[in-house]
């Protein structure tokens, strides 16, 4: 297989990149290096710098016998995409579509598309099924879930195939506490630096924390299985940001009292995510719970 990731040189998109060059794949990586960083980069793969809404996008497709892309290029930030909703739908929306054409005009086999819990917003029960209904509490839901249409109908259209993740919050290493956002990596910046980590709200909000290096087999095995499946990626678990910062006091041998901030339009209170449907068609299940998971990530940053 050829490869194509989106966002390759970012958190997911270069974890993922290492564990399919060490699969033996060839990976072509298109990045922006908006957010993501060279020094993620593995030497092996081929690297564009370059945004998935340009043209010049054509040249990659042309250049390379692509069969397969993994697309994780993204705008990820909520708080950004109340701001500017416009930068938000131009990135995420527009830019997928531009990588879709490509993928029919050179006959990819197969697209699988990094879609986020963020598209369920507030939920009506828990855990939240793929089937739950779409009532997404900002701009970056919206603009993560609008590309899951257009995947749907160009497979209709072109035969395209495609897996299309929804994945929980995830965390680990290479995420960028002053650029992409993730809460598990802030607080172990601020917590490493002896810090007292911020909460928006009162903490006891819940998220479902999904390790990226379990989000990086789920995509591997969609290379194989998984056809025109739309699946959760995620523990099915849910900790409390208060959780977050007392498994992270007990790991770093600390006791930082958090400050309690007003909480942020955008977010929802509770989430997890039912993981059944990927179990079964992938025979994927999450290796890292949630305490060896910080363990791991806390060792990484020290």
């Given at each position: 297989m050829q490869i194509l990731v989106t966002g390759g040189a970012g958190f997911i998109g270069s974890?993922?990149?290492?564990?399919?060059?060490a699969k033996g794949h060839k990976v072509i990586v298109v990045d922006n290096l908006s957010t993501g960083k060279k020094k993620n980069l593995n030497q092996q793969a081929e690297f564009y710098q370059l945004d998935i809404r340009n043209e010049e996008l054509k040249k990659v497709f042309a250049a390379n016998e692509i069969t397969h892309v993994i697309h994780h290029a993204a705008q990820i930030d909520v708080q950004h995409s109340i701001k500017d909703p416009s930068f938000d739908a131009q990135n995420n929306i527009l830019g997928t579509i531009n990588l879709l054409e490509n993928c029919r005009e050179h006959e990819v086999a197969k697209i699988i598309y990094a879609s986020s819990?963020?598209?369920?917003?507030?939920?009506?029960?828990?855990p939240i099924d793929e089937e739950h209904?779409?009532?997404?509490?900002?701009p970056y839901g919206i603009?993560?879930?609008?590309?899951?249409?257009?995947?749907?109908?160009?497979?209709?259209l072109y035969n395209l195939k495609y897996t299309i993740f929804r994945y929980a919050n995830a965390y680990g290493p290479r995420q960028?506490?002053?650029?992409?956002?993730?809460?598990?990596?802030?607080?172990?910046?601020?917590?490493?630096?002896?810090?007292?980590?911020?909460?928006?709200?009162?903490?006891q909000q819940t998220r479902d924390f999904i390790h990226v290096y379990d989000i990086v087999k789920?995509?591997?095995?969609?290379?194989?299985?998984?056809?025109?499946?739309?699946l959760n990626i995620s523990t099915a678990n849910r900790d409390s940001v208060n959780d977050l910062v007392a498994n992270l006091n007990q790991i770093s041998a600390y006791d930082l009292k958090p400050i309690y901030e007003e909480a942020r339009p955008g977010d929802?209170?509770?989430?997890?995510?039912?993981?059944?449907?990927a179990k079964e068609i992938l025979n994927w299940s999450p290796a890292y719970d949630f305490k060896a998971g910080l363990e791991q990530t806390v060792e990484f940053y020290s």
């Open positions: 974890n993922l990149v290492d564990g399919l060059i819990a963020a598209v369920y917003g507030e939920p009506e029960y828990l209904p779409i009532k997404a509490m900002s603009s993560k879930h609008t590309p899951e249409h257009y995947i749907k109908m160009y497979s209709q960028d506490p002053k650029g992409e956002g993730g809460v598990v990596s802030i607080f172990v910046d601020q917590m490493l630096a002896q810090k007292r980590p911020h909460i928006f709200g009162d903490g789920a995509n591997i095995l969609a290379l194989k299985s998984g056809d025109n499946s739309l929802i209170l509770h989430s997890s995510l039912d993981n059944s449907k």
